[in-house]
């Protein structure tokens, strides 16, 4: 389906982003994340970074299908091919993604385009590109990316005053730190392992779209 920027801009309110390391005996990321989206989640994006082109594909097309019946947007981590190859409704790429290649031509003008940024300019950068939304990082220390620089409030602040799409915080969020984004400005956040790493990962899910709807209520 086709996602209306209103309706892209709702959805950045609970990001979900997949990792299997966190996968417990008996769980499958399918088996997970229908329960992550049960509970809430309002966007789903499969990052893999270690599995072959071929399980990657597999495992993305079973995800799509899943958000569809949800009606939750789906986009692929750093492969528009496997994007495109199963319709999924969208690619997230990073930086050196942008240089050199269309993205927004590759994919069309009804496919979801996410950008990574850490600056303003990379912001601008994205939105120049084309993005439908960035994903602006890290705001706290991360595991998922060991050498990621944290960024200052005032930084992230600066940065959803530089462009006029939809920006979701990510890195290191979890339902401690949460609360303390409130007032800055982004129109939600994307959580990796306060999801995954959980427990519960459901129960997880339903606490963080509570915290994330106080957080964008205050602005």
């Known amino acids: 389906m086709k996602f209306s920027k209103e309706m892209i801009q709702q959805s950045m309110l609970l990001y979900a982003i997949t990792d299997r390391m966190w996968l417990k005996e008996g769980q499958t990321l399918l088996s997970v994340c229908q329960d992550v989206l049960e509970n809430g989640a309002t966007f789903l994006q499969i990052r893999e970074k270690d599995l072959n082109p071929d399980d990657f594909q597999q495992e993305a097309a079973a995800l799509q299908t899943l958000c569809a019946r949800y009606g939750v947007p789906f986009v692929v981590n750093d ?35 996410g950008i990574s940024a850490g600056t303003v300019e ?9 993005a439908d939304y960035i994903g602006v990082g890290a705001i706290f220390d991360t595991s998922t990316k060991k050498n990621a620089r944290t960024l200052s409030m005032e930084a992230l602040q600066a940065i959803r005053r530089a462009v006029t799409i939809p ?47 106080e957080m964008v209520a205050h602005g």
């Open 167 to 213: 920006v979701v915080a990510i890195g290191g969020i979890t339902a401690q730190n949460l609360p303390s984004l409130a007032g800055c400005g982004v129109d939600g956040v994307a959580v990796v392992s306060a999801i995954f790493g959980a427990e519960d990962p459901g129960a997880a899910t339903a606490q963080l779209l509570k915290l994330a709807k």
């Open 122 to 130: 990379e912001a601008r950068a994205a939105q120049q590109a084309g």
């Open 79 to 113: 492969s528009v091919e496997i994007a495109l190859a199963i319709d999924a409704d969208g690619a997230h790429v990073g930086q050196s993604d942008i240089k050199g290649r269309d993205l927004r031509a590759m994919l069309g003008p009804d496919k979801i385009l």
